[in-house]
């Protein structure tokens, strides 16, 4: 069993930087891929980044291409999302996800594992 602690959302002005931390507490960690997911208000979860277990590739939706980075910390259990040039529409709860076989895709039914979530809101 694997449990994920999002945290570092917060509220941010327009432009703005935010970076999220996932710690994870069981063993799969460091074989799995992560993804990072979001849910606006009154919206559907949707993809934001993926990486691989080594860390060798990660893919982004479009929306985050150029604005965000998805890393890992293998050896802390821990994955990131540095996210920078932040507007309105990022405003959402930031999920982490594990997938134990090492896929990175875009459908949240693929990730095994869950965090509760951490809120960013950009506003002014």
């Known amino acids: 069993q694997e449990r994920l602690v999002e945290s570092g959302g917060d509220s941010v002005q327009p432009g703005g930087s935010l970076s999220l931390s996932c710690a994870a507490s069981?063993?799969?960690?460091?074989?799995?891929?992560v993804a990072w997911f979001r849910q606006a208000p009154g919206k559907e979860r949707k993809f934001v980044a993926g990486?691989?277990?080594?860390?060798?590739?990660?893919y982004y939706d479009s929306a985050a291409q150029g604005r965000f980075t998805i890393s890992r910390d293998n050896a802390k259990n821990t994955a990131y999302l540095q996210m920078s040039s932040l507007t309105p529409d990022d405003t959402a709860v930031y999920f982490c996800?594990?997938?134990?076989?090492?896929?990175?895709?875009?459908?949240?039914?693929?990730?095994?594992?869950w965090g509760q979530g951490t809120r960013v809101t950009v506003t002014s």
């Open positions: 996800a594990l997938d134990p076989t090492g896929v990175i895709s875009a459908f949240a039914d693929r990730y095994t594992y």
């Open positions: 990486l691989a277990q080594n860390g060798d590739q990660s």
């Open positions: 069981g063993r799969t960690f460091s074989t799995a891929s």
